[in-house]
Nanobody, 122 residues
Framework: QVQLVESGGGLVQAGDSLRLSCTAS??????YAWFRQAPGQEREFVAA????????RYTDSVKDRFYIFRDNRKNTLHLQMNSLQPEDTGNYYC?????????????????WGQGTQVTVSS
């Protein structure tokens, strides 16, 4: 059974950092991504990477602030978020796919977790 379980969200102030984690189990994947959803809005792409690792792909608003990576030893996916801003507020979802391409569309990912809430106050 495939499981993706996110953790690490919380309430922080603008300028703070958070590291989100996602424990993946049940099968092997080719790529993974983080999406987020703010209240009343559609889920949007944040960052993606191949399972083997690489530079990653980022939406423009988080470039140079967020970093997506995987801990090979623990099979845990991470999203390091620095210089957080109120517009980064949302429920963050870890998603995974069989494809080895770091795709940006949510429809490209067949597996996702329950999400972890990030709230950034100004």
């Amino acid at each position: 059974q495939v499981q993706l379980v996110e953790s690490g969200g919380g309430l922080v102030q603008a300028g703070d950092s958070l590291r989100l984690s996602c424990t993946a189990s049940g099968r092997t994947f080719g790529s993974y991504a983080w999406f987020r959803q703010a209240p009343g809005q559609e889920r949007e792409f944040v960052a993606a990477n191949t399972w083997r690792g690489g530079k990653g792909r980022y939406t423009d608003s988080v470039k140079d602030r967020f970093y997506i990576f995987r801990d090979n030893r623990k099979n845990t996916l991470h999203l390091q978020m620095n210089s957080l801003q109120p517009e980064d507020t949302g429920n963050y979802y870890c998603e995974a796919a069989s494809s080895s391409m770091p795709l940006t569309g949510e429809a490209d990912y067949a597996y996702w977790g329950q999400g972890t809430q990030v709230t950034v106050s100004s």
